[in-house]
């Protein structure tokens, strides 16, 4: 049997090729924060001047799109789909195709369309792209890591033993596959414990920082001028001041 080649490999070299670092918040379990986290690093991100897109690739459960509070924005045809500006971010979302109701996707149809947001998506010239992860590594997730060739990971995780057994498989496949970790975020910290740090600091892979459990954060969710205010955009911002990771040249 022949190697078949999708003719959508090289169009999403392509479309990814004016992005200068693609980075996808991922994590174990589910509920960890992840989409939250990355949300709130896109607009933070944006915020400080730079050009940032936000791609939810988290087609059984998108949440970005509740988290921004965007309601009647969609993308335009031209060439492909254009993301819209909202908040300052180049925003894409399966939510753009499949409304409110559930993904009609299985399978194998989930790596489909995972592939056909991103050879269809023209983004603009980006210093970020932030892509929202389903929860941890299948099938489905392994085959699109394989076509965003650039992504670099950011893994977000509870302190919580449950959550960083899970995290830690998911370090060590990236790992395997030679795919950068940019580091982890500590989410939903609610007192002072050295587990995470610990167990990081046997698979080198460094933490980026905590955030700590946001008893108001409910209340900022789809308005982002107050979610911006939030203590927990307060210490997001706080992770990418201090971290070089997040330095880019502007231009
Ligand atoms: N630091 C925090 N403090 C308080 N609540 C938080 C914090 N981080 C996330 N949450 C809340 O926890 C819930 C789960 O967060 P989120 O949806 O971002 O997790 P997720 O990892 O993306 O979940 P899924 O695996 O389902 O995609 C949300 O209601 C979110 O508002
Ligand atoms: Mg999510």
Known sequence: MGMVIDPRLNIIDKRLYSIKRLIGVSGGKGGVGKSLIATVLALTLS????????????LSAPSAHVILGIESVYPKEEKGIVP????????MSIVYFTGDGPAPFRGIDISNAMLELLAI?????????IVDMPPGIGDAMMDVIRWMKRVEFLIVTTPS????????????????LKFPIIGVIENMKIRE???????LKKVAV???????????????IGDVNKLLESCFAVEMREIVLKSPEFKLQLK
């Open 121 to 129: 998506t023209r983004w603009g010239s980006l210093d970020f792209l």
């Open 161 to 176: 033993k449950v959550a960083l057994e899970t995290v830690k498989k998911v370090i060590k496949l990236l790992t395997e």
């Open 84 to 91: 819209p500006v909202v908040h300052g971010i180049e925003f």
């Open 193 to 199: 414990s050295s587990l995470v740090k610990d167990e």
């Open 47 to 58: 915020r400080l001047g730079y050009h940032v897109g936000l791609l939810d690739l988290d």
């Open 206 to 220: 460094p933490i980026l920082g905590e955030i700590g459990f946001d008893m108001k954060i409910e209340d900022s």
